[in-house]
């Protein structure tokens, strides 16, 4: 009867564990500069990892001292736990599936387009009133400024391979035909009708393309790039978590089944 609990010990003190990367992986989606800009898309992946290291703990608990009721209370954490973590995993999969990438001939990096990424996270990250004051946390944000001391020559940075954000946010789109200068300068447009942005760009620090449909889809594809990665933990974790909950279920019918046997002893006895 004991054997099943130990496994669900063990493997709770497993997914503990595994909590840790979770954490870290939350944290470091935390820290990225894009995510800093969006407050509502910087923890959930911390939260869930400081979840899963709770209920596991519980869980651990339970399961080696044979508690029932802490392993009922378990349980019904983990089906929550486990509920919310594939609704987070689907979302994510979701809102990150469409892709606005394209190539630029000749080009290092790569230009995106606004028009495709997913319409729900487009909507909440680029309507007016969000997206004035992440334009104003961009803008004081060390992204664009780092560029001027990483490239020298207009080879090295057309050569680069820019992150989506650099490339959307700190130059403007290859197609107005602007000439380099230095990575945040560029001067006299050859194709002023070719896209909106054009009359947007500014070489201002303070400005750059920072309201342009380029920067939000730069930021998008950032976002994108940031959480697929991330939804590859969550798919580890969820996995792990419906393996540990059904080894789990087991030692609670055990524990219920020894506890019955106890009382069974002592009105015999």
């Given at each position: 009867m004991?054997?099943?609990?130990?496994?669900?010990?063990?493997l709770n003190f497993v997914a503990f564990m595994c909590s840790i990367p979770i954490i870290a992986a939350g944290t470091w989606l935390a820290s990225k500069p894009d995510n800093e800009c969006i407050h509502w898309l910087r923890w959930p992946v911390v939260f869930m990892g400081l979840a899963v290291m709770l209920v596991s703990l519980a869980g651990f608990v339970g399961a080696y001292w044979k508690k029932e009721g802490l392993l009922g209370v378990y349980l019904v954490c983990m089906v929550i736990l486990i509920i919310l973590l594939l609704v987070l995993l689907v979302l994510a999969f979701?809102?990150?599936?469409?892709?606005?990438?394209?190539?630029?001939?000749?080009?290092?990096?790569r230009e995106y387009r606004l028009a495709g990424f997913s319409s729900w996270l487009r909507n909440r990250i680029t309507d007016g009133d969000s997206w004035g004051n992440i334009r104003a946390c961009l803008a004081v944000s060390d992204i664009c400024p780092k560029l001027n001391t990483e490239i020298i020559t207009a080879d090295?940075?057309?050569?680069?391979h820019l992150s989506p954000i650099k490339s959307g946010c700190c130059k403007p789109p290859t197609i107005c035909g602007y000439q380099y200068v230095n990575p945040t300068v560029w001067n006299n447009p050859t194709n002023t009708i070719a896209d909106a942005d054009f009359s947007?760009?500014?070489?201002?620090?303070?400005?750059?393309?920072?309201?342009?449909?380029?920067?939000?889809?730069?930021?998008?594809?950032?976002?994108?790039?940031?959480?697929?990665?991330?939804?590859?933990?969550?798919?580890?974790?969820?996995?792990?978590?419906?393996?540990?909950?059904?080894?789990?279920?087991?030692?609670?019918?055990?524990?219920?089944?020894?506890?019955?046997f106890e009382r069974y002893k002592q009105g015999w006895a």
């Open positions: 004991s054997m099943s609990n130990n496994i669900t010990a063990f979701v809102v990150t599936r469409p892709n606005g990438e394209y190539s630029v001939p000749g080009k290092g990096y090295q940075f057309f050569a680069a947007i760009w500014n070489n201002n620090p303070n400005q750059l393309c920072y309201n342009c449909d380029a920067c939000k889809a730069g930021l998008l594809g950032n976002l994108r790039k940031e959480w697929r990665k991330a939804n590859l933990i969550l798919i580890l974790t969820v996995v792990v978590l419906i393996w540990v909950y059904l080894i789990a279920c087991s030692a609670y019918r055990n524990a219920q089944t020894e506890q019955l």
